[in-house]
T-cell receptor, first 113, second 114 residues
Framework: LAKTTQPISMDSYEGQEVNITCSHN???????ITWYQQFPSQGPRFIIQ???TKVTNEVASLFIPADRKSSTLSLPRVSLSDTAVYYC??????????????FGTGTLLAVQP | ETGVTQTPRHLVMGMTNKKSLKCEQH?????MYWYKQSAKKPLELMFV???????ENNSVPSRFSPECPNSSHLFLHLHTLQPEDSALYLC?????????????FGQGTRLTVV
């Protein structure tokens, strides 16, 4: 599985756009990029997933450059309730391999008023 | 509600006790997972089941024993635990074990070993 690297923490203010970048230099051809959000004492929650270019849903956007060695999660107009840990995962599960859903340290986003 | 239910939500047990954590999913998924999350640490994958068969066991001590009787239920049997085993234990399920699948997590069981 490709290893991911994210900033340990980020600070923002309400109403701002937040971009969290994840590096995955040895991503494989079949790997998908998935982001999860976790609040304290709760299980992670799926946010968005992509393979290349741009994906957008009602919660966030995911930008993936052509070389796919990094990805950026974009949260528009954050609020206090967006304070959480955000995890970037890559994996495929093809060829009989098991997608182990390995979580790294994640990025702690702190949104202030 | 994520469709994944864990019970109990909180558990306090002595080091000589035997207890079990239960996870149930109503999503029709084929894969289920156990994770451990200690304070201020990343989630640690413990076990993975696919179609009721264990496919991953990440060097977890034998005092943790998983059981998957069917695709909807997953248990974690605990015995002779240590205080350092105190943590949030999370269960998750996904349609299959492919990297493109979305995982759904339960609320977790907060375990305290005294």
């Amino acid at each position: 599985l490709a290893k991911t690297t994210q900033p340990i923490s980020m600070d923002s203010y309400e109403g701002q756009e937040v971009n969290i970048t994840c590096s995955h230099n040895n991503i494989a051809t079949n790997d998908y990029i998935t982001w999860y959000q976790q609040f304290p004492s709760q299980g992670p929650r799926f946010i968005i997933q992509g393979y290349k270019t741009k994906v957008t849903n009602e919660v966030a956007s995911l930008f993936i450059p052509a070389d796919r060695k990094s990805s950026t999660l974009s949260l528009p107009r954050v609020s206090l309730s967006d304070t959480a840990v955000y995890y970037c995962l890559v994996g495929d599960g093809y060829g009989g391999a098991t997608n182990k859903l390995i979580f790294g340290t994640g990025t702690l986003l702190a949104v202030q008023p | 509600e994520t469709g994944v239910t864990q019970t109990p939500r909180h558990l306090v047990m002595g080091m000589t006790n035997k207890k079990s954590l239960k996870c149930e999913q109503h999503l029709g998924h084929n894969a289920m997972y156990w994770y451990k999350q200690s304070a201020k640490k990343p989630l640690e994958l413990m076990f993975v089941y696919s179609l009721e068969e264990r496919v991953e066991n990440n060097s977890v001590p034998s005092r943790f024993s998983p059981e998957c009787p069917n695709s909807s239920h997953l248990f974690l049997h605990l015995h002779t635990l240590q205080p350092e085993d105190s943590a949030l234990y999370l269960c998750a399920s996904s349609q299959d074990t492919g990297g493109w699948t979305e995982a759904f997590f339960g609320q977790g069981t907060r375990l305290t070993v005294v």
